[in-house]
């Protein structure tokens, strides 16, 4: 009689990778959906043409023909400009202020107990971390691994690392995490997201990477039987996120004791200083204006979060995860809670810095080049998701799609795109009255329109140079509160005291330069609208930015940063896997 066949075993590395989405969270039906019209050419990303081709422009040709309206223009955009900037930066204080206020404050104890459900809830609680990955250094990676378990809250925490299907020796990558982190937390697991598993409209990146890994730690979470969405919080980061040490205490306070917590979203303030101090000036500058513009503009007035974000699992869920069809996770995620509550998504201050790796390099030109993708990709992000906020539209009430979409589009459009270039347009303006001025006299006896004389002229280019000059003492705040950022960092000891120092001559060269560096940005944006608008969903993709030029160690030497490579290739591979 013959014996049955003994079932074959899956291999150590196939049992690695033991989270997967099942049951219904496995099912994503509408994202699988295949539209036909797909590449459209009436996108609504277009009306952001209005800023390349008019309010960019404008003041190269208008003064032609109306020269009293130019000058007009020409000093409410200025000057405009210098009052957003002005109310970012008093807003950026006001936020810095607080951090110095807390940061030193322990929660665990102010969590309340009074009631048995309070005791419950303070007892059950955890907290979900999800870090997305691709071709990132093992280094870079653990480096950030370390700052989740360096936590005064580890213990509650459920880290799932989500790597793609395609990262170079995946199965290698995920035995040495699980056997270096296995027993740092409360469970860790490690994902390998497969390639357009939403379906063939999926594109690549961290979002379709975050759909996946989340509803897939949540199926793990319901087979374990902790999926308790009263007393569980989830967190979106990257692999060069590094977290203050109670980043999470702190999370979880707000969380059981906020009575919107299932309605908001909580965003910490976020510092580029990982070895931002060598990187080129032009990085340096973005870098600072983005974090002064977290705390300014989008964090107070509820436009998105960015990079590193939490938010309830009860939240996520309703809100049917990540959109896989879409690359900018953060901002899509605001927009789908918005639909999934029916209204505005405040978003909360986590009053802890946290570390994010700017754009890098190993050369110059690697730096110019990830510089430059990036920066494309985020305003090509950006337009995208308009799109989508418009079409989705009656998802919202009116109230809040009129408020969000005016704020999306100032901050986006305007403040982003067109508010150095415009100011540039209006030098070179002023630059070339003189070859103008028969024109413009000519124009003026046919049209009535008499040209500004020579003292209303220099009047005119007083006012708007005294524009730019408010503006570059804003860009000292800015300035200011990144050496403020970069003592808290040095304070709880994220960093090594002075990791990220500059001399006076640097901060020097790179203030001069702030203006011409947001410039080039503007100019990036500028050619990404454009390039959008020409091939619409077809440049749409999240090419991960590269870490290779950052540098390993969480306040560590290079000795200690070789060692820590060292004992992580030394790990036992075929041990991680019989874990798995």
């Known amino acids: 009689m ?26 994503d039906e509408k994202q699988q959906n295949v539209k036909e019209k797909e590449f459209i050419i009436m996108r609504w990303n277009l009306l952001f043409l209005v800023f390349d081709f008019i309010i960019i422009p404008l003041p190269l040709w208008i003064d032609i023909f ?71 250094p093992m280094e870079v990676i ?25 990262t170079p020796e995946v199965a290698e990558k995920a035995a040495r995490l699980k056997e270096r982190y296995a027993r740092s937390f409360k469970r860790f697991h490690v994902t390998k997201h497969p390639k357009q598993w939403a379906g063939g409209r999926e594109i690549r990146g961290k979002c379709s990477n975050a759909n996946y890994t989340m509803r897939a730690a949540v199926t793990r979470l319901e087979e374990y039987g902790d999926l308790d969405l009263s007393c569980t919080t989830a967190t979106s980061c990257d692999t060069d996120s590094i977290f203050a040490p109670r980043y999470f205490e702190n999370l979880g306070y707000q969380f059981l004791t906020s009575p919107k917590a299932k309605e908001v979203v909580w965003q910490a303030p976020l510092y580029y200083n990982h070895f931002l101090n060598e990187r080129p000036f032009y990085v340096r500058a973005i870098g600072i204006m983005r974090a002064a513009y977290m705390l300014g503009f989008l964090i107070p007035f509820n436009i998105n979060t960015m990079s590193i974000f939490s938010f309830s699992l009860d939240l996520c869920i309703k809100g049917e995860f990540f959109h896989a069809h879409y690359q900018m996770d953060d901002i899509i995620y605001t927009l789908t809670c918005m639909q999934a509550l029916q209204k505005r998504v405040e978003i909360l201050m986590i009053p802890m810095p946290v570390i994010s790796g700017p754009t890098s390099g190993t050369s110059q030109w690697e730096e110019f080049s990830e510089w430059f993708r990036q920066s494309e990709r985020w305003t090509i992000g950006a337009c995208e998701v308009f799109h989508y906020f418009v079409v989705k539209r009656r998802r919202y009430n009116c109230s809040a799609a009129l408020s969000y979409g005016t704020w999306f589009v100032i901050y986006y459009g ?92 640097q901060n020097l ?72």
């Open 2 to 27: 013959a014996q049955p066949q003994a079932q074959k075993q899956p291999s150590w590395w196939q049992r690695i990778f033991t989270t997967a989405p099942r049951g219904q969270y496995a099912v």
């Open 66 to 136: 109306c020269p009293i309206f130019a000058a007009i223009y020409g000093l409410f955009v200025g000057w405009l400009g210098a009052f957003l900037l002005t109310v970012f930066a008093l807003r950026s204080l006001q936020a810095n202020f607080l951090m110095k206020r807390v940061v030193d404050e322990t929660w665990e104890d102010k969590i309340p107990r009074n009631t048995e459900e309070e005791r419950r809830l303070a007892d059950n609680l955890q907290h979900l971390v999800m870090m997305c990955g691709y071709k990132e």
């Open 142 to 166: 653990c480096q950030s691994i370390d700052s989740l378990a360096a936590q005064t809250a580890a213990h509650r925490l459920i880290v799932v690392i989500g790597l793609e299907e395609g």
């Open 414 to 505: 305007f403040i982003l795109c067109s508010l150095t270039l415009t100011g540039l347009a209006g030098f070179i303006n002023y630059a070339l009255i003189n070859a103008k001025h028969d024109t413009i006299d000519r124009m003026g006896q046919m049209t009535g329109q008499l040209p500004l004389d020579d003292a209303a002229n220099a009047g005119v280019m007083i006012a708007g140079f005294s524009s730019l000059a408010w503006t570059y003492i804003v860009f000292l705040i800015f300035f200011y509160l990144d050496r403020e950022g970069c003592k808290l960092i040095y304070h709880l000891k994220m960093k090594p005291q002075g990791a990220e120092d500059t001399s006076f001559c």
């Open 509 to 580: 060269k790179d203030w001069i330069l702030m203006w011409p560096s947001l410039v080039m940005y503007s100019m990036v944006s500028y050619w990404a609208i454009l390039k959008v608008a020409v091939y619409g969903k077809k440049v749409c993709g999240h090419d991960p930015s590269s870490k290779e030029g950052l540098k390993a160690g969480q306040g560590m030497t290079s000795e200690e940063s070789a060692e820590v490579s060292t004992a992580i290739d030394s790990a036992d591979i075929s041990e991680a896997g019989r874990r798995g």
